[in-house]
């Protein structure tokens, strides 16, 4: 294992990289060619460079940790082809991400935080608790190790795994920074979306930040009688704050919003709910993402059949709403949507 008192490769920016490299009496052009093989071509380690000096390879893994997240289980889905990815240290399970497979690429699913502070009911995340955010260098490295896992550049960004990123706010941000940088992965920041339960200061930091970047809120109700049994963020911020920010993100940036919505059977899922998410959305420019509940052991929950689907969406149709149905992916492995925790060693083995 790495030795965790040594800098991270991958929280370093260029600038950095190139300081320690003239602190070593090479010169700065090195940073770029490094960043090369780390982003761009996947390396695993500084001894995989091998257009750089043996003597330098050799010094950089003397002061610079290149990775420290380690797969502990990859599990692939035979129907959808999406694939889990279970990170952690030495053995110890710390957090998942998953890769999956659509008509235009690959897309991932990547994670904020080690469990989750949001505590959603629905959502296996909040099973184990809330750990820790993760840094900056190691949600770029959730990234960087699927690809590598995959062989090529995965196409698109989502963070819509564990944990709420905009309580993981700087981290999140700095990783797209590195990943959408021209000498780094170079990913458009148009291909990136932030999901959030919905934070109106770090929504409203967000539409300055974002530079394209796209934002999704994960809303599930209309109504703060229901939403505060869900969501408990929501009793902090609810649903009029929320939705203040949202409206102010939208004019700010100009982008259309994803609104992602659970539906729960007999709990936010009749024709009377989808009224008033109409109303409540009837002024901003928003996709509607329906998301039937993917089953979660030890949670109660039921997933509504495919005609109350259908009239929820049918009453949002006809009071012009955008929307959709997300197609649920991973479910054979649990990496759907909601369906991420960190697993237990036990689970493993």
């Known amino acids: ?33 490094i960043w090369s093989w780390a982003y761009k071509k996947f390396a695993s380690s500084f001894d995989e460079m091998t257009d750089l000096p043996l003597k330098l390879r050799q010094d950089l893994g003397k002061a610079v940790t290149f990775t420290r997240l380690e797969p502990l289980l990859v599990q692939e889905g035979a129907e959808s082809g999406t694939k889990k990815y279970l990170w952690g240290f030495s053995g110890t399970p710390l957090v998942e991400s998953v890769v999956m497979k659509y008509s235009y690429g690959l897309s991932a699913c990547l994670s904020t935080q080690a469990g989750c502070p949001a505590g959603c009911a629905f959502c296996a995340s909040r099973i184990l608790g809330f750990q820790r955010n993760l840094s900056k260098g190691e949600i770029i490295e959730e990234f960087l190790g699927m690809c590598r896992d995959q062989g090529e550049r995965i196409g698109r960004i989502v963070f ?36 959030t339960v919905g934070i109106p200061g770090a929504i409203r930091r967000f539409a300055k ?11 599930h109700a209309a109504s703060d009688e229901v939403r505060d049994k869900i969501v408990p963020l929501n009793k902090r911020h609810p649903i009029r704050e929320v939705m203040g920010a949202l409206r102010e993100y939208a004019k700010d940036t100009g982008q259309r919003v994803t609104v992602e919505y659970m539906l729960l059977k007999g709990i936010n899922d009749s024709a ?36 109350r689907v259908e009239r929820f969406q049918e009453v949002l149709l006809r009071n012009r709403v955008k929307v959709t149905v997300r197609r649920s992916l991973g479910g054979e492995i649990e990496a759907a949507c909601g369906q991420l925790r960190r697993q237990e060693t036990r689970d493993i083995n």
């Open 272 to 307: 009377k709910d989808a009224l008033k998410l109409s109303g409540l959305l009837s002024d901003i420019d928003c996709l509607v993402n329906l998301i039937p509940w993917n089953p979660v052991p030890g949670l109660s929950f039921e997933r509504p059949d495919r005609s």
């Open 160 to 195: 819509m795994g564990t944990g709420e990123p905009f309580l993981n706010y700087d981290a999140v941000m700095g990783a797209i920074d590195i990943l959408s940088s021209p000498e780094g992965y170079g990913l458009s920041r148009r291909k990136v979306t932030v999901s």
């Open 1 to 33: 294992m790495d030795d965790l008192s040594l800098t991270h490769f991958f929280e370093l920016s260029l600038e950095e990289l190139s300081s320690i490299l003239v602190g070593m009496g090479e010169k700065p052009y090195r940073a770029k060619q």
């Open 209 to 219: 930040d974002s530079r394209g970047a796209r934002l999704a809120l994960s809303l």
